[in-house]
């Protein structure tokens, strides 16, 4: 074979997996049973009309497994997007149960403190810097959960390169989403203890001891 040109590498599917290195070659020098054509229409595609111009090309050429572009991209990516969807569900499951963590053990803590409270609320503390130091403690915790989990995000993420198109494993805006959407869940499940520690009754407190 003469080589007459070198082509770009080019995907071969349309979830654009790279695939081994491929040749053209000319359909008389290598004949196949079948060929796949595509049609560009500007305005739609009536696949009644593509079978007619098809058989007027060739009447003894068999014309099936007509498909849009859009139909075919579905099924190449529908176990994709089951694999994506299943992902999504694990996270959301994994948010709700961080959420639901973090709200027991600020829960937990404001039950435990709340003589310290009544006193703090007795000797004269604003009930909102009651409420701003629940939950300056509860952001810590969560701070340094967000922190390590990035880390660990951003070195798990390396071995996903070669599944990513379109985008780098180290996508600033993807880890800077996911991790203010971690901080402000975070915010949204200590907010409810830290509000009934800054409702805390001194007086009650003080004469229950």
Do not use: C
């Amino acid at each position: 074979m003469t080589i007459v040109g070198i082509a770009a590498d080019t995907p071969n599917t349309v979830n654009w997996t790279l695939t081994d290195p491929q040749i053209y070659v000319p359909f008389a020098q290598w004949p196949a049973r079948s060929m796949s054509v595509l049609v560009r229409s500007d305005a739609g595609v009536d696949m009644a009309d593509v079978r007619a111009v098809m058989r007027r090309q060739d009447p003894n050429v068999a014309v099936s497994n007509l498909k849009t572009l859009s139909h075919i991209v579905d099924d190449e990516l529908s176990s994709t997007n089951i694999i994506s969807g299943l992902f999504v569900g694990f996270a959301a499951l994994a948010l709700a149960l961080a959420a639901a963590g973090l709200y027991g053990v600020i829960s937990y803590s404001v039950g435990q403190r709340r003589r310290e409270f009544g006193v703090r609320l007795a000797l004269g503390a604003a009930p909102a810097s009651i409420r701003r130091m629940v939950l300056g403690e509860g952001l810590l915790v969560v701070a340094i959960g967000a922190v390590l989990g990035l880390g660990l995000a951003v070195l798990l993420a390396q071995f996903t390169r070669s599944l990513l198109f379109g985008i780098s494993a180290g996508d600033p805006l993807t880890f800077g989403s996911v991790t203010a959407i971690v901080v402000l869940v975070g915010v949204v499940a200590m907010w409810a203890p830290a509000a009934r520690a800054m409702r805390v009754d001194p007086a009650r407190t003080l004469k229950a001891d």
